[in-house]
Structures are given as C-alpha cells and as structure tokens.
C-alpha cells in the first residue's frame, strides 16, 4: 500500500509520485542534473514509469517553469529556478522534493481503479506531502488508511 501524489491530469495520461517511499539515496548521488545546493536532498521512488525521470515537487509559487497542481498549493518542475533561488537565499533546500521516475496511467485507468477499489482518493496536508523525513515514509500510509476507514471509504 502506498500514498501518491497526482501532479497531472490530462486526456492523454494521469501521472502520480509516491510519496512514501524514500531510498537512501540523495538526489546528488543518483543524477547527472545540476542540482547544485541541492544535492543532499532526498530522492524518493516515484514510481516504475518514466525511464530515468526526476521529478520536483515544491510550494513556491515564485519559482519560474514550474506548474501549479491541480488548485492546490504545489507546483512541479522549475528545476534551475529552484536551484538559483537557494544559492541566492531566497528559499531552502528542503522546500523541495525530489522523486525518482512516477506511475502513470492511461485516460480513464485510474477512474476505474478507484471504482474497483484498488485506490481510494483524499485531501492531505503540504506539509505531509513535502515531508522527507524517514518517520513520514513509515507512518504515511498507516496514518492515511486510518482516516479513510474513519470516513467510510475504506
């Protein structure tokens, strides 16, 4: 079981990111990008789709090339804004996570797995969902069926 993160929803493709799985790896140690003061940001496993893909998702509406999700208060990509902004001082590194490939699903794929029950969807906090801490990726999902079964839709 696990927590995602829808970040684009179009009449081609849905894309998510998990959010609980965190390696023990840094972004620094597993790409070739210039992610300068942010190399010791965690990587987490997004997902099995997207080749060698990382994708940054972050609550700076001021970082440049970066896309809102959805009308939520998260935005993803804006990579070399984001590194910019750090080494002027404007934000910190920790504002940003970052994620190794993403699922992906078909037009109508997800909607019916919801319907079949093999998800179930929810509102959760920025915050939970920027966390990188290791204690987050061990009690996200526990603490996420606890409130669906509160509410009835587990």
Request: proline share 3%; with cysteine; charged share 25%.
């Amino acid at each position: 079981k696990s927590v995602a993160l829808i970040y684009e929803y179009s009449n081609e493709a849905t894309k998510a990111v998990v959010l609980d799985k965190g390696t023990p790896f840094t972004i620094g140690e597993m790409t070739s990008l210039n992610v300068g003061p942010l190399h010791e940001n965690r990587l987490f496993r997004g997902g099995e789709d997207g080749g060698s893909s990382v994708v940054m998702i972050h609550g700076r509406h001021d970082i440049e090339n970066s896309l809102r999700i959805g009308d939520t208060n998260l935005f993803v990509g804006g990579l070399t804004s984001a590194v910019k902004a750090v080494e002027e001082g404007r934000v910190q590194a920790e504002e940003f996570k970052f994620f190794f490939n993403f699922m992906r699903w078909s037009p109508g794929a997800l909607e019916e797995q919801v319907a079949e029950g093999k998800w179930s969807t929810a509102f959760i906090s920025d915050r939970c969902i920027l966390s990188q801490s290791t204690k987050s990726d061990q009690e996200l999902w526990p603490k996420m069926n606890r409130m669906l079964k509160e509410m009835g839709l587990v």
